[in-house]
């Protein structure tokens, strides 16, 4: 089994912080009851880019299930269908992310298409599949509810991810020397 890093376990702390943050406060209300859409997905493609797949998945469960503890409610205010989706997103990310090489300073066009079209297909699955299906086993929710709310978490994750996600990666891909370049060659 491979072991985190302190700074992979700092980056899940601050990331499932910022998600709750973004997720909780920044949050722009949708017209479907309880769906929001949700700045914090681009923050969670972004760090399961740089820092893994299992970062990922933390980031998202921790920090979904902090929002919804927040909330209180029924089940402990938890929704567990939603946050198991949102870690099984930052999972999908981390994992497509793989092939990117953020660190080293490249983010080009191909790299925009691939990270977008691989988050685009973690949306769909995660909150036009994983989502409705465990509301309808895990809360016996009504389907009607479940295809307008996944319909439109799915959509405003897609389009807020390809913003805010593609802005940080590229940003981030940016502030990172270029592998082959001189500075990188002073760092070593």
Same mark, same amino acid.
Request: charge should be positive.
């Given at each position: 089994?491979?072991?985190?890093?302190?700074?992979?376990?700092?980056?899940?702390?601050?990331?499932?912080? #910022?998600?709750?943050?973004?997720?909780?406060?920044?949050?722009?209300?949708?017209?479907?009851?309880? *769906?929001?859409?949700?700045?914090?997905?681009?923050?969670?493609?972004?760090?399961?880019?740089?820092?893994?797949?299992?970062?990922?998945?933390?980031?998202?469960?921790?920090?979904?299930?902090?929002?919804?503890?927040?909330?209180?409610?029924?089940?402990?205010?938890?929704?567990?269908?939603?946050?198991?989706?949102?870690?099984?997103?930052?999972?999908?990310?981390?994992?497509?992310?793989?092939? #990117?090489? #953020?660190?080293?300073?490249?983010?080009?066009?191909?790299?925009?298409?691939?990270?977008?079209? *691989?988050?685009?297909?973690?949306?769909?699955?995660?909150?036009?599949?994983?989502?409705?299906? #465990?509301?309808?086993?895990?809360?016996?929710?009504?389907?009607?509810?479940?295809?307008?709310?996944?319909?439109?978490?799915?959509?405003?994750?897609?389009? *807020? *991810?390809?913003?805010?996600?593609?802005?940080?990666?590229?940003?981030?891909?940016?502030?990172?020397?270029?592998?082959?370049?001189?500075?990188?060659?002073?760092?070593?």
């Amino acid at each position: 089994m491979k072991k985190f890093s302190v700074k992979t376990i700092v980056a899940i702390g601050i990331g499932a912080a #910022l998600f709750f943050v973004l997720g909780r406060f920044v949050a722009i209300p949708s017209p479907i009851p309880n *769906t929001n859409i949700s700045s914090q997905y681009g923050l969670l493609a972004f760090m399961a880019a740089v820092f893994g797949p299992l970062a990922g998945f933390l980031i998202g469960l921790i920090g979904h299930a902090l929002i919804d503890f927040s909330w209180g409610g029924s089940f402990g205010g938890i929704w567990w269908s939603w946050v198991i989706a949102s870690a099984v997103c930052g999972l999908i990310m981390g994992l497509a992310s793989k092939k #990117l090489d #953020l660190s080293g300073g490249r983010f080009n066009g191909k790299d925009i298409v691939r990270f977008n079209v *691989t988050q685009i297909i973690a949306n769909i699955i995660c909150w036009g599949g994983i989502a409705p299906a #465990l509301d309808v086993l895990i809360y016996h929710e009504p389907t009607e509810k479940l295809v307008a709310q996944g319909l439109m978490a799915g959509i405003g994750n897609i389009v *807020t *991810t390809a913003i805010i996600g593609t802005l940080l990666c590229l940003a981030y891909a940016k502030s990172r020397p270029q592998k082959g370049s001189l500075e990188e060659e002073k760092d070593a």
